[in-house]
């Protein structure tokens, strides 16, 4: 059974996240803590599930930053996962994996991560 959730906004990129860690650890504690609890936040109404692979397209208001770093938000996703009870660790036995998509969408930038629960 698939289920699907939608992030508004763009989440914090590699080069971010590191900029963030290099002022003050503080600094990036806040941010993994915001962008795990949004995941969270959006992702409370999905049922528990014991193993997903998650299909993440990245709706980027331009094309400034490179795939891989946008990509890097991953980290968010799936503690936000675990946060909101849908997945009971993200470890080997509960992550299948994912892919990454990347579209353009200036008007709406967002994340929507379809999670297909695998047996």
């Not at 795990?36 to 331009?62: D, E, H």
């Not at 470890?91 to 695998?118: C, M, S, T, Y």
């Amino acid at each position: 059974m698939k289920a699907k959730i939608i992030i508004p906004g763009e989440m914090p990129g590699m080069n971010e996240i590191i900029e963030a860690a290099k002022r003050h650890h503080m600094q990036y504690a806040e941010m993994k803590k915001e962008n795990t609890r949004a995941v969270a936040w959006v992702s409370k109404r999905i049922p528990k599930k014991k193993r997903v692979f998650l299909n993440i397209t990245w709706y980027c208001k331009n094309k400034k930053k490179d795939p891989d770093n946008i990509a890097a938000a991953v980290k968010f996703i799936w503690d936000g996962l675990v946060e909101a009870g849908v997945v009971e660790n993200d470890g080997w036995e509960q992550n299948a994996g994912w892919a990454n998509h990347f579209e353009i969408d200036k008007e709406n930038p967002r994340v929507e991560i379809e999670l297909e629960e695998i047996a």
